[in-house]
């Protein structure tokens, strides 16, 4: 597999592809209508209900697309199969009495350039998934899903904070003070 298991794809670096977002399987049109039909029900007005509905279309996505995860299990264990039998092993994993390669440099290009294109045949689009690596699991969903609720918690104490600020604040403004009582006089 040699430089791919290392590199980070650019989507990856630039958030195209996460737990909450698209795996590369996933059409992004459809996500766009999706997106849409869930805006469409809730109506989000202002920045911080448009940010809690997209977080909720995501979240709803990936629930209702959870197989691309079981796709990409498939891929990964498929691939790693069609490496181990077209791709040398390793020279540590081989019983050689003299402990080097018997093969040329050309010849383990070959093996490489068969093992890519055979997984690339099997798998077809699902070849991404095995790309981009630990993305692509269900581990790494629920790192991520627990990262979102550990964030939503820290939003949600600050909206309840700036909410309590502003009652506050609109109850002096609005003469909402409670009216003096009547002074009792020391002859009652």
Known sequence: MGKRTNRIPSALKHGIYSAMGLLPTEDPAEFEKFKQEIFDE???VGPSERNTVENMACKMWRRQ????YCLAK???DRHSSIYSELWP???WEMPLLQGEETRSADELKALRKRADEQARIE????VALVEIGEVATIEYMEKELAMMERLDAAITRDQKSLLY???IKSMSSSGAVAPSQPRLSKAA
């Not at 697309?65 to 691309?68: A, G, H, P, Q, R």
């Not at 798998?123 to 699902?126: C, E, I, R, V, W």
């Open 65 to 68: 697309n959870l197989f691309t």
């Open 74 to 76: 498939r891929a990964r």
């Open 42 to 44: 809730y109506v989000p």
């Open 165 to 167: 600020v502003r009652g």
């Open 89 to 91: 092993p390793a020279p």
């Open 123 to 126: 798998l077809g689009s699902a």
